[in-house]
């Protein structure tokens, strides 16, 4: 209970002689300068009385205690040493994806939201401080990038000291649930042993849920989607489109009647088939006369499956989430229902329920893993590089969003229902008791990131994603040259408390720069934004390098130039790779439809250009029409009466119609034609032939307005 504490850091005193001494424990020895530095400048900032419930002063701050002791902070494994060379602070700002123009920002300086008319925004339904601990696919997306750049510092630093071990790696995130796997995934695709006490993630696994479709299979065969799904996992291995040729077989039915009429013949397919019912006749059998666990390691030796998916990235994971399932069914044929349907009931309820099992384990804490973990679960251990990642989280704010908040020295607060208006809204009390939570709350997250920050030892990463991170960074900086005006280092309380999550009071701690204190003690590094660093790719991403001598990485002819591309049927041939002939056929029916299916999406109409003339048009149009062809062939200066010389309209009427011409005006001195004058025809427009043998000047009706 933090209150039990300051109360007694409030009354006791200082002094020796007092009755009820307090003695300030402020020297730490665990960190390195760098780090220690590091914690103060941004702490100082942001923890005031009003808003942790602590002001860190001069005397809460943490006091170097290696002084005289040397940097080097000793073994911290067999044969290890650490160097100077490793102690340092970072910052890594991800942009998540830029938002369109115009879009909604998150009001408040430093990202949070302002109360109004004394109502949290956080309260306020669909505002983005209702926080979930649902990942949304954004956030998803965010942690998988957040992952790939802390895998690639891992190997850079690994590189670069070679004596420090994975084990001597800590992850920290705030919350593990569902966040923590994209993070156990980048790390086995970039080859970084990883352990992490996963409470969810089993269930979603591909192989765990092939297999799981099998059994269900075994069960009861006429289930459409199980059927589909072995058929074209690599238990069966079959392509899209022979899925569709079993479908086209028997339209009509289950899926598994149409499976059956394709067994019938003697194509490749039909056999594949055939030898998969006849396994699947057997699997049955043995699932009735048989104890489950029996079954499924008969059927990992059967299809390979189970070392198949030890040679897939991650296949260490993979396999240890198979003889989980072998041992987890072990375990339940030690009850007293037993068999495959109660079994796989079992699990629906499972998932019915929300409740999910972590990945088996594959590395012990022991082992020379990275460590993947959540804030609470590191608190008194300590690391030597500790990575503070998913800064962008948003804080939940579930407990202060219920119609009946409960508070200890408060009470009840409770929201006034009207039946009459069938509405509800707060009552003074729970406006009182949610403010008072929520003040709560924000002290309570500030003091889990101190413990975040404290963790490392010599080196201190901090990563956190956001969207429009440029302009969030100016923002950043304008809350603190706010604190430097007022002649302070903390930040504005207003926006301390309006902070949705960690970035939002370490992102303004790091921008801001106040006399007397200095800027940030580290390195600052941007990512996915202009000028930043790219996000790193995984193994496999990269694209591949064009062919030396090519422009465009194809290879070139004899006569030097661009050499034709091979054929399937080449490829195939006595150079070629080898592979079967009717697997060839295949190809080569494939890619034919593939350039038919081309060739009608991409279809065009011949007489496109026709089908934009309207059906009828208005003068204004056409002259509109006219005026933007004048304009391309350059005569509108000569329209307007420009005295620049150039080519001029000249307008006809006779028998054939009305005509357009262009002319020099060297050609405006023919029969019919009066020379340009002020007040009379354009210049280079024929005068109309009733009024030809006229010598006199057009009156104002006369001449009209040319269009």
């Known amino acids: 209970e933090p209150r039990l504490f300051m109360e007694k850091y409030r009354t006791y005193a200082g002094e020796r002689e007092a009755p009820r001494r307090r003695i300030d424990l402020t020297a730490n020895f665990r960190s390195s300068k760098p780090v220690i530095e590091a914690v103060n400048f941004i702490f100082r900032r942001l923890m005031t009385e009003s808003v942790a419930e602590i002001d860190y002063d001069a005397k809460a701050e943490l006091v170097y205690g290696r002084e005289g002791l040397g940097e080097a902070s000793g073994p911290t494994g067999p044969g290890k040493t650490w160097r100077a060379e490793i102690q340092g602070v970072e910052a890594h700002f991800i942009e998540r994806a830029i938002s369109a123009e115009g879009g909604r920002e998150r009001p408040g300086g430093g990202g949070g939201a302002k109360e109004d008319a004394g109502e949290p925004a956080a309260l306020k339904p669909g505002s983005e401080e209702s926080g979930s601990e649902e990942p949304e696919l954004e956030e998803l997306e965010a942690l998988e990038m957040e992952a790939r750049v802390v895998a690639q510092r891992i190997l850079e630093l690994k590189a670069e000291n070679p004596e420090l071990g994975y084990a001597d790696i800590a992850v920290l995130l705030r919350s593990t649930r569902d966040r923590a796997n994209q993070f156990m995934e980048v790390f086995h695709q970039m080859g970084i042993p990883a352990h992490a006490e996963l409470g969810t993630g089993y269930f979603d696994a591909i192989e765990v849920q092939t297999f799981l479709s099998l059994l269900r299979l075994i069960d009861n065969p006429r289930q459409d989607i199980p059927l589909v799904a072995v058929l074209r996992s690599p238990l069966v291995g079959l392509r899209a489109k022979e899925l569709a040729e079993i479908r086209l077989a028997c339209p009509e039915g289950d899926y598994y009647d149409a499976v059956a009429a394709s067994a019938r013949g003697g194509s490749r397919l039909a056999k594949t088939l055939q030898q998969f019912l006849e396994r699947l006749d057997g699997w049955r059998t043995a699932a009735r006369r048989q104890p489950l666990p029996d079954v499924i390691a008969s059927i990992y030796r059967q299809t390979g499956y189970y070392d198949y998916v030890g040679g897939l990235p991650g296949g260490p994971q993979r396999q240890a989430n198979l003889r989980a399932l072998y041992y987890r069914a072990r375990q339940f044929e030690s009850f007293a229902r037993r068999g495959l349907f109660r079994f796989l009931r079992f699990i629906e309820r499972l998932r019915e329920t929300d409740t999910d099992l972590g990945p088996a384990k594959v590395l012990g804490e022991n082992e020379d893993a990275v460590r993947v973990m959540s804030i609470h679960k590191s608190k008194g251990l300590e690391f030597p590089v500790v990575f503070v990642a998913d800064l962008g989280k948003q804080f939940n704010w579930e407990d202060i969003r219920g119609d009946l908040l409960a508070h200890r020295d408060l009470g009840l607060g409770p929201m006034l229902v009207d039946l009459d208006l069938r509405i509800k809204y707060p009552t003074l009390a729970y406006r009182a008791i949610r403010h008072r939570l929520k003040r709560e709350q924000v002290a309570e997250e500030m003091r889990i990131l101190y413990v975040a920050l404290t963790r490392a030892r010599e080196r201190l990463i901090l990563v956190g994603s956001r969207r429009d991170l440029l302009k969030a960074w100016e923002q950043w900086q304008y809350l603190g040259k706010s604190a430097e005006g007022n002649g302070r280092t903390k930040l504005p309380t207003e926006a301390l408390l309006g902070a949705q999550g960690y970035l939002d009071w370490v992102g303004p ?14 390195s600052i590094c941007f990512w996915n934004v202009p000028q930043g660093q790219p996000i790193p790719k995984l ?37 070629g790779d080898g592979r079967p002939e009717e697997q060839v056929t295949e190809e080569l029916e494939e890619r034919a439809v593939l350039e038919e299916l081309e060739r009608r999406f991409n279809w065009s109409y011949a007489y496109a250009e026709l089908s934009e003339l309207p059906a009828k048009m208005s003068a204004s149009a056409i002259r509109d029409r006219e005026r933007q062809a004048l304009e391309a062939a350059g005569s509108h200066n000569d329209l307007l009466g420009d005295d620049q010389p150039g080519a001029a309209l000249v307008g006809t009427s006779d028998s054939n119609g009305p005509t357009t011409v262009v002319a020099g005006p060297e050609q405006l001195t023919g029969p019919g034609q009066v020379p340009p004058s002020a007040g009379d025809w354009p210049r280079g427009f024929r005068r109309p032939r009733f009024l030809a043998g006229s010598d006199r000047q057009l009156t104002s009706v006369e001449r009209g307005t040319l269009t």
């Open 509 to 522: 701690a790091l921008a801001s720069e106040v006399e007397g204190d200095g800027a940030f003690p580290g």
């Open 539 to 575: 193994p496999g991403e990269e694209k591949t390098e064009p062919v030396a001598g090519s422009g465009n990485g194809q290879p070139e002819g004899k006569d030097g130039g661009q050499g034709e591309e091979m054929t399937l049927e080449q490829q195939s041939g006595p150079q």
